[in-house]
């Protein structure tokens, strides 16, 4: 598919030319915000967000190709050039991106890694953060939505331990509370319902946020 990418090489410090797709710079879309959702699943995130925003760049990233490809359906579907999908294995993500080219990176309803031994797997661990700063802005952010209680309590734990700065912390996005509290872009950000959150909603389970930034 023309906006799926697998394992691609040269590509760190070029992500927003290549969606663009042109080599041949300058052009003022190359200098626009470049979002990063990790743990994309069927990408249905990564697509809402791009057609909210199409002043912006999305790329979804995950390993599951047989997931991601409903996502690189609908964004096919809806003609959609500002967005695409990177498969590969989040360890290696610092391959595939330069230092300080991505604006924010989103998190969403990531594996939990219950046992303690799977830790380093968990995305929002102090082992990802290592990788996530070295490929975000000096104000890059990180965000992470989960049903997980276990998961965001230790995210919370782990970011401020790591040295982040906690801008947003909600239990419960979708509690009317907080749906008159969020600014303009939480709006938009948290009512883009992905795949699994629909199915935990029906539930009733609530949806915890946490938003962090590198000082």
Same mark, same amino acid.
């Not at 003022?28 to 249905?44: D, F, M, S, W, Y």
């Not at 964004?75 to 595939?96: C, H, M, P, V």
């Given at each position: #598919?023309p906006?799926?990418w697998e394992?691609p090489? +040269?590509?760190?410090g070029?992500?927003?030319v290549?969606?663009?797709c042109s080599?041949s710079?300058?052009?003022?879309? $190359?200098?626009q915000?470049l /979002? %990063?959702e990790?743990?994309?699943g /069927?990408?249905l995130?990564?697509? @809402? #967000?791009?057609e909210?925003?199409?002043?912006g760049?999305w790329? &979804?990233a995950?390993?599951? &190709?047989?997931?991601m490809?409903?996502?690189? *359906?609908v =964004?096919?579907?809806?003609g959609l050039?500002?967005? &695409?999908?990177?498969?590969?294995?989040?360890?290696q993500i610092?391959?595939?991106?330069?230092?300080?080219e991505?604006?924010e990176?989103?998190?969403?309803f990531p594996?939990?890694?219950?046992?303690?031994s799977?830790?380093?797997?968990? %995305?929002?661990s102090?082992?990802f953060l290592?990788r !996530?700063?070295?490929i975000? /802005?000096?104000d @890059?952010?990180l965000?992470?939505?989960?049903?997980?209680i276990?998961l965001?309590?230790?995210?919370?734990?782990?970011?401020q331990?790591?040295? %982040? +700065?906690?801008?947003?912390?909600?239990r419960?996005v +979708?509690?009317p509370?907080h749906?008159?509290q969020?600014n303009p !872009?939480?709006?938009d950000? %948290?009512s $883009?319902?992905? /795949? !699994?959150?629909?199915?935990y #909603?029906?539930?009733? =389970?609530?949806?915890h !946020?946490? *938003?962090?930034?590198? =000082?």
């Amino acid at each position: #598919m023309p906006r799926v990418w697998e394992h691609p090489e +040269h590509c760190a410090g070029r992500w927003r030319v290549i969606l663009a797709c042109s080599d041949s710079p300058p052009n003022p879309a $190359v200098h626009q915000k470049l /979002t %990063l959702e990790l743990g994309c699943g /069927t990408g249905l995130w990564t697509v @809402g #967000m791009a057609e909210k925003f199409n002043d912006g760049w999305w790329i &979804g990233a995950d390993i599951k &190709g047989a997931r991601m490809w409903h996502g690189a *359906k609908v =964004l096919e579907s809806k003609g959609l050039s500002n967005a &695409g999908f990177l498969r590969t294995r989040l360890e290696q993500i610092e391959s595939y991106f330069e230092s300080g080219e991505v604006n924010e990176i989103w998190i969403t309803f990531p594996d939990p890694q219950p046992r303690e031994s799977r830790e380093k797997k968990r %995305l929002s661990s102090p082992a990802f953060l290592r990788r !996530y700063r070295n490929i975000l /802005t000096p104000d @890059g952010c990180l965000h992470l939505k989960t049903d997980n209680i276990s998961l965001f309590e230790y995210t919370v734990e782990a970011w401020q331990a790591e040295g %982040l +700065h906690i801008e947003r912390c909600i239990r419960d996005v +979708h509690s009317p509370e907080h749906v008159a509290q969020r600014n303009p !872009y939480e709006q938009d950000a %948290l009512s $883009v319902i992905t /795949t !699994y959150e629909s199915r935990y #909603m029906v539930q009733n =389970l609530p949806i915890h !946020y946490v *938003k962090g930034r590198f =000082l």
